[in-house]
């Protein structure tokens, strides 16, 4: 099986809001590829940028390249303006690879190996973010003289995935943290955040912000001006729930914004999920379906091993959008399914009381809509079951 770009049949209608209108289960099934793959649309990627550009005016993008680094969305979106955000020297290389220069790059992992700094700084990026006397320690023996960011601990509760018991500071210590990193040498550069991933409320940029505000206060009384605010990551892509939109995310930070001591000259952002998850759409093929006590379980050849991860990370369940090759998905008399991958490891269990039509049977296909983040990112071929095969359609400047 081969990564390629293929044609497609456009349909006006999909089967759900987040599914793109090219990527139609009626499309997908002229795909004469064998499951599973995963099918990226780059038109969507480029219309969500845009989208999200026009909600965030004055906000570069520097796009969270963890969740989905294949070099077609690298480049759609580099050919679109949007620079990038790495977390390693292995993710800065993929960028040299496609002629992304890395001074324009930022490093927002806030503790990173002292060679990877060093590497990074040589290859010519010169921002990176800390959050602690260790890493401003490293920073200035691998960097000297680089361009520091501090990364706030702020509310994530109402996120899906919340970051802050591993990484972050509060203000009183980031405080003086800016302050020993002018002491050595360092440039103090910027404050970022993280609201925590797939974030379910406007507040929390609010909040988040208004900490950035009164770190820039305390720090303009010292004489030091800081040149950017990183909003960080954590705008929701939309799947089933109802996550608030990018233009009421963006309304909330404009307003913040203009309350700041002053606005820096880089107002930055680190979209991810946000830009890529719903322009890609998973097909796995069911190999067996079975009866276990009082459940009806459908094995796949694909779980958590191979990209589907993500619903085994939260409490309550993960909401992709589904479709199936049966005719008349929509209207067929449905069962609650329990829906578990093809390896050997009953962990690999992914969803519980999933609604889907009650003839399914094996040979059948289920889609996954939203699922263009943190899928073949995560995927293996644990067991010897191989990831998704990756294809694109779109792209056309």
């Given at each position: 099986m081969s990564t390629g770009t293929i044609a497609l049949t456009t349909s006006a209608d999909a089967p759900a809001a987040s599914w793109p209108a090219a990527l139609h289960p009626d499309a997908l099934r002229l795909i004469d590829v064998p499951t599973p793959y995963l099918v990226t649309d780059l038109d969507t990627v480029a219309a969500r940028y845009a989208a999200f550009s026009s909600a965030l005016p004055g906000v570069s993008t520097f796009y969270a390249m963890k969740c989905n680094p294949s070099p077609e969305i690298l480049r759609t979106l580099a050919d679109r303006g949007a620079s990038f955000e790495v977390a390693s020297i292995g993710e800065l290389r993929m960028l040299q690879a496609l002629g992304v220069d890395p001074a324009a790059v930022l490093h927002s992992n806030p503790v990173k190996p002292v060679g990877q700094i060093g590497a990074a700084a040589k290859a010519g990026l010169w921002r990176f973010a800390f959050d602690s006397p260790g890493e401003l320690a490293k920073i200035s023996e691998a960097a000297?003289?680089?361009?520091?960011?501090?990364?706030?601990?702020?509310?994530?509760?109402t996120s899906v995935f919340p970051l802050s018991h591993k990484f972050g500071t509060d203000v009183e210590d980031a405080y003086d943290l800016m302050l020993l990193a002018q002491r050595m040498g360092l440039r103090p550069y910027g404050v970022t955040f993280h609201v925590g991933s797939q974030c379910e409320s406007t507040g929390a940029w609010r909040s988040a912000i208004r900490a950035a505000g009164e770190l820039m206060g305390r720090l303009l009384a010292d004489g030091i001006t800081l040149e950017m605010l990183d909003l960080g990551g954590g705008f929701p892509a939309r799947y089933i729930a109802g996550e608030p939109s990018i233009e009421q995310i963006g309304s909330v930070i404009a307003d913040e914004i203009a309350a700041l001591p002053y606005r820096p000259a880089l107002i930055a952002a680190e979209p991810g999920r946000h830009l890529?998850?719903?322009?890609?759409?998973?097909?796995?093929?069911?190999?067996?379906?079975?009866?276990?006590?009082?459940?009806?379980?459908?094995f796949l050849e694909v779980g958590a091993y191979h990209g589907l991860i993500e619903p085994m990370q939260t409490a309550g369940g993960w909401d992709y959008p589904m479709w199936s090759s049966i005719a008349g998905h929509a209207s067929v008399s449905r069962l609650r399914y329990t829906l578990t991958g093809p390896t050997c490891d009953s962990s690999d269990t992914i969803a519980y009381g999933v609604e889907l039509p009650a003839t399914l049977t094996v040979g059948d296909v289920l889609y996954f809509g939203s699922a263009g983040a943190y899928t073949l990112a995560y995927a293996s071929s644990f067991n010897g079951f191989p990831p998704p095969t990756p294809l694109f359609v779109g792209g056309e400047r």
């Amino acid at each position: 099986m081969s990564t390629g770009t293929i044609a497609l049949t456009t349909s006006a209608d999909a089967p759900a809001a987040s599914w793109p209108a090219a990527l139609h289960p009626d499309a997908l099934r002229l795909i004469d590829v064998p499951t599973p793959y995963l099918v990226t649309d780059l038109d969507t990627v480029a219309a969500r940028y845009a989208a999200f550009s026009s909600a965030l005016p004055g906000v570069s993008t520097f796009y969270a390249m963890k969740c989905n680094p294949s070099p077609e969305i690298l480049r759609t979106l580099a050919d679109r303006g949007a620079s990038f955000e790495v977390a390693s020297i292995g993710e800065l290389r993929m960028l040299q690879a496609l002629g992304v220069d890395p001074a324009a790059v930022l490093h927002s992992n806030p503790v990173k190996p002292v060679g990877q700094i060093g590497a990074a700084a040589k290859a010519g990026l010169w921002r990176f973010a800390f959050d602690s006397p260790g890493e401003l320690a490293k920073i200035s023996e691998a960097a000297p003289g680089a361009a520091v960011y501090v990364r706030l601990r702020v509310d994530d509760s109402t996120s899906v995935f919340p970051l802050s018991h591993k990484f972050g500071t509060d203000v009183e210590d980031a405080y003086d943290l800016m302050l020993l990193a002018q002491r050595m040498g360092l440039r103090p550069y910027g404050v970022t955040f993280h609201v925590g991933s797939q974030c379910e409320s406007t507040g929390a940029w609010r909040s988040a912000i208004r900490a950035a505000g009164e770190l820039m206060g305390r720090l303009l009384a010292d004489g030091i001006t800081l040149e950017m605010l990183d909003l960080g990551g954590g705008f929701p892509a939309r799947y089933i729930a109802g996550e608030p939109s990018i233009e009421q995310i963006g309304s909330v930070i404009a307003d913040e914004i203009a309350a700041l001591p002053y606005r820096p000259a880089l107002i930055a952002a680190e979209p991810g999920r946000h830009l890529v998850a719903e322009s890609s759409v998973m097909a796995a093929t069911i190999i067996g379906r079975e009866i276990r006590g009082d459940e009806h379980w459908l094995f796949l050849e694909v779980g958590a091993y191979h990209g589907l991860i993500e619903p085994m990370q939260t409490a309550g369940g993960w909401d992709y959008p589904m479709w199936s090759s049966i005719a008349g998905h929509a209207s067929v008399s449905r069962l609650r399914y329990t829906l578990t991958g093809p390896t050997c490891d009953s962990s690999d269990t992914i969803a519980y009381g999933v609604e889907l039509p009650a003839t399914l049977t094996v040979g059948d296909v289920l889609y996954f809509g939203s699922a263009g983040a943190y899928t073949l990112a995560y995927a293996s071929s644990f067991n010897g079951f191989p990831p998704p095969t990756p294809l694109f359609v779109g792209g056309e400047r």
